[in-house]
C-alpha cells in the first residue's frame, strides 16, 4: 500500500486516504496526535522544514507516493519535503510563502484589490504610529497564522501592548496589524487548477472565526448561486484575480473576503483544505470531494469527479458546538428541539475541547437558504443560553 506523507492529523482526512487504498504516515504536532495504530513521528513545530525533513528521512519510508497537508502551519513543508523528495503536487515553497504571510500575500495584490493595509510590526512599534497608518482601530495577528489565534481588534494602547504579549518579540516578521473591516465576511472554497477556476461555492460565518475564537459559536452556511448570482459573479472575479495574481499552483483552496457596500474587500487566502466542517457540508450539498481532490493533486493526478455547478437540492451548515456559559446541554436536549442531518456533542466534563471551543458539531440542512439561516441562528442561541 503506498504511502502518504501527511503533516499534521485530521480523523476525516485519514479516512479519505485509506479509501483511496493509501497508508499514511503522519508527522504529527500534539495535541493533533493521531491514534495508536497509525504510522507517526512526533515533530515540536510542523512549521519547521528541518524538523520535518529529518522526520520523514529517519522513518526511511521507501514508498511514498505523495505529501500534503490540513493545516496552514504544514504547507509551506509540504512544498519544501515534495521538492526535495522529488514528488508531485506543488513545489514551489518561495510562492508559496505568499499565501502564509499576511504582509506578502496582501501586498503581492494586483494594485486593483481592494484589502486591509497590512504590515510588520514590533514591540518597537508604537500604538500611535500603527493608529497613524492603519486607523484608531486595527487588528493585530500573526504574520503566520491560522484560525484567528492569537488575533486581537486593538482600540487602544493598552490593548496594544496586551495583544503583543503573545509573542515572543525577538522576530521583525512575527506579528502584522492590519486596518480593521466592519462588515460581513463570506469564503470560497474550491478547486483551482491550470491557472483558472474550475470550481468553487460560497459560504456565509454566522460569526466571524475571530468572535469565534474569543467565546463565540462558530457556524456557517452555503450560500444559493440562484439567490444572488451578482455576489458569486464578484466573489470568483476576486478568487480569480488574488489566485493569478499570487501564482497559485493546482490546489484546493479557501478565500475569504468582507462584503461592503463599496464591494468586495479581500480578506486572506490560503492553498489548503478548508477547516471545520466545509469539506463535509459542500459533499453533501454538491456531491464535490474535496478530501479526495486535494489527495488526486498531492499524488498528480487529473481530477476526474464531476465538477459541474448543479443547484443542489438542499443546501447545508454547519455548527461547532460549545459547553455553554450557563446551563448544561446534553445531546438529547438538542434533538429534542432539532432536526439534524448529523449531530455529535459530548456534556462530559473530561472532554477536552478542541478548536474554538468544540465538544460536538452539528449539520443542517434545507432547500431554502433562509430557513437554513434561521435555523442555524436558533441552535447557535439554543446552545449559548443552555437550552
Known sequence: MPTMVVIGYRPDLDQALRRRGLSPYYLAQAPSIPPADRRCTLVADMENAQEIARAVLAARIDDVAGVLTVHEMGVFGAAYLRKELGLPGNADSTSTLCFRDKFLQKSRLPPHVRRARCRYASHDTSFAELAGDLGEVFVVKPATGAGSLRTNIVRSAEEYARALEVFSGRSDVEVVAESFVDAPEVYMDGIWQNGSLRWSSMTRYHLSPLSAAHGGVLAAHLLDRRRDPGLFARMETLTGEVLAGLGAPDCVFHLEAFVEEAGLTFGECAIRLPGALSPQINQLTFGVDLFDAEISLALGEELTQP?????????????????????????????????????????????????????????????????????????????????
Open 307 to 387: 465538477l459541474e455547478h448543479v443547484p443542489p437540492e438542499r443546501l447545508h451548515g454547519y455548527i461547532l458546538l460549545r459547553r455553554p456559559a450557563g446551563g448544561r446541554l446534553t445531546r438529547e436536549d438538542f434533538e429534542r428541539r432539532f432536526s439534524f442531518d448529523d449531530l455529535a456533542y459530548s456534556s462530559s466534563p473530561h472532554t477536552l475541547p478542541g478548536p474554538y471551543g468544540k465538544v460536538g458539531h452539528a449539520i443542517v440542512s434545507d432547500p431554502d437558504e433562509l430557513e437554513l439561516q434561521k435555523t442555524i441562528e436558533e441552535i447557535v442561541r439554543f446552545n449559548e443560553l443552555g437550552g
